[in-house]
């Protein structure tokens, strides 16, 4: 068990900075989107990849993804039904609609050519504010507010002395974020990736290694005697079995594996999603689960049907 900081112990962002720098040099994985050469648009993929995903999935899918359509203007010719298949099993594939919709939006409006200013970035569809900071820091080496669930937890922890942030992203975390992260691009950028690592590797949610973390000394959270998540009663969880997303996902499984263009019956798809189970807390199946799936995987542009809805295909 590593010595407790005393409340008196500061986490300043001189010290902070270097600290963590150090120990990401030292500890960092060897990931593909992180090796010279990487383009700006291949960092943007990668980082909408991530976004609840786990990186032992992104990393196959992205080189794939990479390897057919290395860059925007080949996306964008893309059929949706292919892009949809090398998505695969990552989750929310909307992501993979809003990468087809960016990646048109660079062609039309920027040459082809991933834009480098943040409010251009942010007019892009998909991206958001975590998403163009990324492009930002990791690509350009640039000054930028990265905040991602793990970077909000280690400075949740290391200077507000919580074991979690808040549900949603305030102003008061922006600002923290903003007062430690040092002055000048290079040094920045190398800051924003080391602290997004040591959430990933070592202050992680549920089992944080702080004997192993470079900013034990000064952690707030530690200081306290590591004190329970305040708010725990306002988060919502992450259920999946039994789930509408889990129907979902069963029949764009289903659709995957059918030969390009082939179109599968309704009912058989309606059988899938009826796998889903039971929800999470234990009450019967639901019978209208399966006909909303489908119908919500058509809104979503997900699916398509030539016959209103007697047998659907990828789009």
Known sequence: MPDRPTPDDTLTAATSAQDVMTWYDAHARDLPWRRP????????VSEVMSQQTPVARVVPAWQEWMRRWPGPAELAQAPTAE???VWGRLGYPRRALRLIECARSVVEQHGGVLPDDL???LALP???EYTAGAVLAFAHGRRALVLDTNVRRVLARAVAGQALPAPSLNRAERERALDLLPDDDSTAAHWSVAVMELGALVCTAREPDCGACPWQTGCAWLAAGRPADLHAGRRRTQAWHGTDRQARGLVMARLRAAPD????????????AARAGTRASGGARDPEQPVRALATLLADGLIATDDDGATYRLP
């Open 37 to 44: 050469g990487t383009t700006p648009w291949e960092v943007l």
């Open 83 to 85: 892009v949809l298949r």
């Open 261 to 272: 263009g082939q179109r599968v019956e309704a009912a058989e798809l309606r059988a899938c």
């Open 126 to 128: 998909g991206v958001g």
């Open 119 to 121: 409010d251009a970035l």
